[in-house]
């Protein structure tokens, strides 16, 4: 199945400046924040050990893609339910209408995944705060040192009860390795690896124990870091010009990277930029390298700003 892809109005406003994360909280002179009567939840994206979270942004709730945010088969990040996310996403005192802004301590490389499961839940609402918990330090804004607790039960079932009537999932935001497989053959379909350099030529090995390096043939390579040097937006033009590299903005993108993580990244790089038929390859290099698919080596397909 080829997925339908993003619309103009969910490609709106994905990225949130510090500033104006500040002005809704209530931190800038003037503003009176909307946290007091629930109008925006802050969500800080973890990848295993919350204790590194030394600092945080007031009122923020974990999300660990260590932890429930991800079904771990076969130690794969791969995706909930749609029932389990909009469970998690209730806990959280999400509502189908509350605006929400997603951040990491990194800047980007962890907080779009769970901006791509809150829109495959369903949720339109989202978005990433540009710059991260970094960017947040470096405009001098108050931290706490704990994370905010879950709402209670009865309104987390109320929540969960409101998603499930009114929202309607993109389970078709992500595919699966029948999809990708395919896709490799079609020259309407870019399929672009968010994994380092070193890995996707095979010079550099993968941090999974056993698990060969390489690429798909045929496929990509954007890393993530890329396009979000110091976890901040490289700007449309340049995000345009590696897109463009692989294909035409307008065809088909899948992204895939190690676990389905920073595939993420690159795919809000392409949404910003203008690209509206992005998905993200769940299982990512994590299955294809375990599957006895088909590896190549090399640095054709390599694209890079330099």
Not at 64 to 80: L, N, Y
Not at 138 to 145: D, I, N, Q, R
Not at 291 to 305: F, M, R
């Amino acid at each position: 199945m080829a997925g339908v892809g993003y619309t103009a109005a969910m490609q709106q406003n994905i990225l949130c400046s510090v500033h104006d994360l500040a002005k809704q909280l209530g931190y800038v002179e003037g503003s009176g924040g909307d946290t007091a009567t629930g109008k925006v939840v802050v969500l800080c994206a973890s990848m295993g050990n919350p204790a590194k979270h030394q600092a945080m942004i007031p009122g923020a709730l974990l999300c660990d893609i260590d932890d429930d945010f991800s079904r771990h088969d076969g130690g794969v990040h791969t995706a909930p339910s749609v029932t389990q996310l909009r469970r998690l996403f209730a806990a959280r005192g999400v509502s189908p209408s509350t605006p929400v802004v997603i951040y990491d301590r990194h800047g980007m490389m962890v907080a779009p995944r769970v901006f791509w499961l809150a829109r495959v839940a369903g949720y339109q609402q989202v978005q990433l705060l540009d710059g991260g918990l970094p960017a947040w330090l470096e405009a001098g804004l108050p931290t706490v040192t704990t994370f905010a607790h879950p709402v209670d039960e009865q309104t987390a079932q109320e929540l969960f009860a409101a998603a499930e009537q009114e929202l309607a999932a993109r389970v078709d935001l992500l595919v699966d390795i029948d999809e990708v497989e395919q896709a490799l053959s079609d020259d309407q379909v870019q399929v672009i690896d968010a994994r380092s350099r070193g890995r996707f030529t095979g010079e550099d090995p993968e941090p999974r124990p056993g698990m060969e390096s390489g690429h798909m043939p045929g496929s990509w390579n954007i890393a993530f870091q890329t396009v979000f040097p110091q976890g901040r937006f490289v700007g449309i033009p340049a995000t345009l010009a590696l897109l463009e590299g692989a294909g035409d903005i307008d065809d088909r993108k899948i992204f895939s990277c190690g676990s389905g993580v920073t595939a993420c990244v690159v795919a809000v790089a392409a949404l910003v930029a203008g690209a509206r038929n992005v998905t993200v390859f769940d299982g990512s290099w994590s299955q294809w390298a375990t599957e006895g698919k088909p590896i190549a080596t090399g640095d054709d397909g390599t694209l890079s700003l330099s």
